[in-house]
């Protein structure tokens, strides 16, 4: 019989005190690529301890970590430091899940229909478009 308990799984590799975060976000698999998870820094998606975080920023353990992906926030703890992409199940040991739960979808009836510009109306002016633009990025509400 060994010590360790059968729940625990394998045991995770052993890692750097600090990594980019980029490298992280992929080794966890929260991102798909790590051109994705870089991405995703430069475009302020991503927060490390409440603070926009650039691609090179290190993360280490008892980090605070949230990714906006896919219209969904991920607020993670790093909990293991990793740099090389391993199985899921070891995955999801390096980090604690901390998103709150989904809010219930609001009634159909509270979202307007888009703005439409009338017909022969002409071109949209340069205001017309940063507020199309606005709309489409923050939404209505």
Partial sequence: ?????????????????STRIDKWLWAVRLVKTRSDAAQACRGGHVRLND???KPAAAVSPGDEVRVRLHGTTRV??????????VGAPIA????????????????????????????GAGRPTKRDRRQ??????????
């Fill in 76 to 85: 993670v703890e790093v909990a293991h430091v990793i740099e090389k992409r």
């Fill in 132 to 141: 199309m633009e606005r709309l489409r990025r923050e939404g209505p509400f």
């Fill in 1 to 17: 019989m060994t010590d360790q308990p059968a729940a625990a799984g394998p045991p995770l590799p052993q890692g750097p005190p």
């Fill in 92 to 119: 999801q040991r390096c980090y604690t899940d901390n998103t709150p739960a989904p809010t219930t979808a609001a009634p159909p009836q509270a979202f307007a229909a888009p703005p439409r510009r009338d017909r």
């Fill in 51 to 53: 603070k926009p975080a």
